[in-house]
């Protein structure tokens, strides 16, 4: 069984920073896209970032520029680190990877349990 474990998430100012980590354990046989999404009150989960396995990368219009995504392949470990950050990225923030168990199984897609990020003005 396979899971995700987020840390990371709190309360910040605007302007401020925080990184949001993201580890899965378990029976992992390899471990392709990571990313992360958010949901804020009343609204939908959206894409934040995501990155390949080889480290390609592709964010929301909203946070170019100002967070940044990674990875460390040895941990199966996603990062986020987000600067300036803005009262309107506050949400929940849910950690997703696409994990294989093993060399015959197929692709899983793996939520975590979500973390709290709230930006105050």
């Known amino acids: 069984q396979v899971q995700l474990v987020e840390s990371g998430g709190g309360l910040v100012q605007a302007g401020g920073s925080l990184r949001l980590s993201c580890a899965a354990s378990?029976?992992?046989?390899?471990?392709?896209?990571m990313g992360w999404y958010r949901q804020a009150p009343g609204k939908q989960r959206e894409l934040v970032a995501v990155?390949?396995?080889?480290?390609?990368?592709n964010y929301a219009d909203s946070v170019k520029g100002r967070f940044t995504i990674s990875r460390a392949n040895a941990k199966n470990t996603v990062y986020l680190q987000m600067n300036s950050l803005k009262p309107e990225d506050t949400a929940v923030y849910y950690c997703?990877?696409?994990?294989?168990?093993?060399?015959?199984?197929?692709?899983?897609?793996?939520w975590g349990q979500g973390t709290l990020v709230t930006v105050s003005s």
């Open positions: 990155i390949s396995s080889v480290g390609t990368t």
């Open positions: 997703n990877a696409q994990i294989r168990a093993s060399y015959s199984s197929g692709l899983l897609s793996i």
């Open positions: 378990g029976s992992i046989f390899t471990t392709n896209g």
